[in-house]
């Protein structure tokens, strides 16, 4: 089976009901990313971000998988498919993806401030100022907040650097140090990468496709037949 890396971002899930951050209408509109997103934030206004992630953890139990997740999910049949996401939410394992890796944390888990060990985060609880983790420190998201590093970049570098096929679904490729992943895809290996806001440009094995995630991949699909 062909090596297929899918790197996604917060427009694969936008179909399925989860604001983006850059849209219009999306969550930066309704909270300055510098209180809910960075470690100063956290410092200086402890409160304020767990009632923003606590809001995206009750959210999260609201929505599901949409086609192009499911699709993502189905190519495992026919290829050896790893998903590398800039999302926080459960959607591609909800979908039945089996290898997807979180660059920036993951909205179903929380950890300790202390010993950063990770557990889950139940839907039904929220985290409070009071809240502590088994080691006696604060609990907080497990989330990867502005300013700190991304842990899982080293394992992800090497998985696209193995790929024989990478698919781009739903990011701006505008966030680093995430964006520049697709930079060390080899010049000979095909790049597809799906979304209606990138503006297509003549760069290497980088083949455009405009559309939103759920149309794309059935353009995708047609593309993907030569590999199988």
């Not at 739903?170 to 503006?199: C, F, K, R």
Request: aromatic share 8%; net charge negative.
């Amino acid at each position: 089976m062909k090596k297929l890396i899918v790197f996604t971002g917060a427009g694969i899930s936008a179909e399925s009901g989860i604001k983006t951050f850059r849209d219009s209408d999306g969550l930066w509109e309704e909270y300055n990313i510098s209180d809910v997103a960075t470690v100063t934030g956290w410092q200086k206004n402890r409160a304020q971000m767990l009632e923003f992630y606590n809001k995206r953890r009750a959210q999260l139990s609201t929505v599901e998988p949409n086609a192009a997740h499911k699709y993502l999910a189905d190519l495992e049949k026919e290829f050896d498919v790893q998903i590398i996401t800039q999302n926080v939410d459960d959607l591609h394992e909800r979908a039945g993806s089996t290898k997807v890796l979180h660059l920036h944390g993951e909205l179903t888990k929380m950890k300790s401030c202390g010993d950063k060990k990770i557990v889950d985060w139940p839907a039904d609880f929220k985290i409070e100022t009071s809240s502590i983790a088994a080691d006696g420190s604060a609990l907080r998201p497990h989330i990867v907040w502005f300013g700190e590093s991304v842990p899982n970049m080293d394992e992800a570098a090497e998985l696209i650097e193995r790929a024989d096929i990478v698919v781009v679904i739903g990011t701006s490729l505008q966030v680093y140090p995430a964006a520049g992943l697709v930079d060390l895809v080899y010049d000979d290996i095909p790049i597809y990468i799906i979304d209606p806001n990138n503006e297509p440009v003549r760069e290497r094995n980088r083949i455009f496709i405009q559309q939103t995630a759920t149309e794309g991949v059935k353009i995708l699909d047609e593309k993907l037949t030569k590999y199988k």
